[in-house]
Every structure is written in C-alpha cells, then in structure tokens.
C-alpha cells in the first residue's frame, strides 16, 4: 500500500485561504467516504479535524472544511490565523479493510 | 474527560523484546476499537493496525503484518503494541488512538472513519 499523495508544504498568509489536496484511488479514498483529515503540531500527538470527508467534531472551528471529488479530498482552510500552522494528513479507509494515510502536508503561515 | 494514557520512554538494544501499553477510562474503552500509529523520526504518521478489546478481533497493515503484535486486556482498559525482536528502525513515536468504526451487513464488515481519542504517545528507542 502507497501513501495517498498530498503536497509536502502549503503557505498563506493570515486571513487567506488555502487548500491542502489528498489523492488516493478508486480502492480507497474513491471508493468511501471515510476520509479524515488531522491537524498535528511539532511534539504534539495529531487531532482530528474533519471525518467522513466533511463532517468536523465537536470543537473544531468551522474555518476547516473537507470535500471530495473522485479518488480526490481537499481540506480547505479559510481566515488563515498564526495557529493554523502545523502538520496536516489525511487518511482514508481502503478496500483492505485498514486505512491509509497520506504522507502530510506541512503549513507555513506566512 | 476521554483520555488515553500510554506508557513510558523505551531505549533498548537490536533484538530486545518489548510490550508497550495504552490504558483508556472506563468510558473510552469498552465498545470501541483501538488503533496504533508509528512516526518515525522526522516522518509521516503510518496506521499499524486496530484492535477491538470486546473479543480481540485485529486487523494489521501489510506494512506491519507479522512485524508487531496488538493486543488488549479489556479487565484493564488497556491495549498493547509488542516485538519480538526490535531492531533499529523501529525507532519512533507510537501512538495509540480510539479507531471510530461503522459496522454493518452479516457478518458485520467494519468500516474506520477516524481516530479521535489520542494518547500522548511512547517513544522508543532501538539502538546498540
């Protein structure tokens, strides 16, 4: 099993807004919607910020939002602010029965 | 409040053997399944594999199969990560998570969706 590919780094300025892409295949991120994305500062253990592609849990601001379209998710993160900044993966439930991560994407607030 | 509470530091030598541990509250634990997740130094997350301590039904990565064991105690609340014989990449931070899950059809086919409990993660050490 490959990694879903995500782009290594993203930047922004605050109040901006950026999208962080996750691409699977038709065994995995295209063929459910259980993808989830997750938010993991430097040191800190990861958080979840979006599941079943677009759902967020309680407490997560609504600033993040997830979509999808084909073997394709995004995360979208609008008013970028200085906290924002950190490690972002996500993951994908596959046709094996296990999930998948993708290989992160490091976000610089400029 | 939900909490997953993992063991200590690790340092040990190539072909040690070594069991770390996971102990969630009563309320976190029962009813749920429970993943492992490595970060090697420097590195991405990787999902191992996810356990369900009500009947000890596993399922591993192929990256991982045959390379770790997961188990769980559920009289304790409290799930494992093991090696046999560790060698130096296993180096890492492992985490352990609450595996959200969706069961349906007969037999049941599980479905994981996200992981939204984290413990504080164990790190451990593999050198000579």
């Known amino acids: 099993q490959s990694a879903l590919t995500q782009p290594a780094s993203v930047s922004g300025s605050p109040g901006q807004t950026i999208t962080i892409s996750c691409t699977g295949t038709?065994?995995?991120?295209?063929?459910?919607?259980?993808v989830s994305w997750y938010q993991q500062h430097p040191g800190k253990a990861p958080k979840l910020m979006i599941y079943d592609v677009s759902n967020r849990p309680s407490g997560v601001s609504n600033r993040f939002s997830g979509s999808k379209s084909g073997d394709t998710a995004s995360l979208t993160i609008s008013g970028l602010q200085a906290e924002d900044e950190a490690d972002y993966y996500c993951?994908?439930?596959?046709?094996?029965?296990?999930?998948?991560f993708g290989g992160g994407t490091k976000l610089t607030v400029l | 409040e939900v909490q997953l509470v993992q063991s200590a530091t690790e340092v040990k030598k190539p072909g040690e053997s070594l069991r770390i541990s996971c102990k969630g509250s009563?309320?976190?634990?029962?009813?749920?399944?429970f993943a492992w997740v490595r970060q090697m130094p420097g590195k991405g997350l990787e999902w191992m594999g996810v356990?369900?301590?009500?009947?000890?039904?596993?399922r591993y990565s192929p990256s991982f199969q045959g390379q770790v064991t997961i188990s769980a105690d559920k009289s304790i609340s409290t799930a494992y990560l093991q090696w046999g014989s560790l060698k130096a990449s296993d180096t890492a931070m492992y985490y352990c998570a609450r595996q959200r899950t969706y069961g349906s059809g007969s037999p049941t086919n599980y479905y994981f969706y996200g992981m939204d409990v984290w413990g504080q993660g164990t790190t451990v050490t593999v050198s000579s």
């Open positions: 993951s994908s439930y596959t046709s094996s029965s296990t999930v998948l």
């Open positions: 038709s065994r995995d991120v295209g063929g459910y919607n259980y």
């Open positions: 356990i369900y301590p009500g009947d000890s039904d596993t």
């Open positions: 009563q309320n976190s634990f029962t009813g749920y399944w």
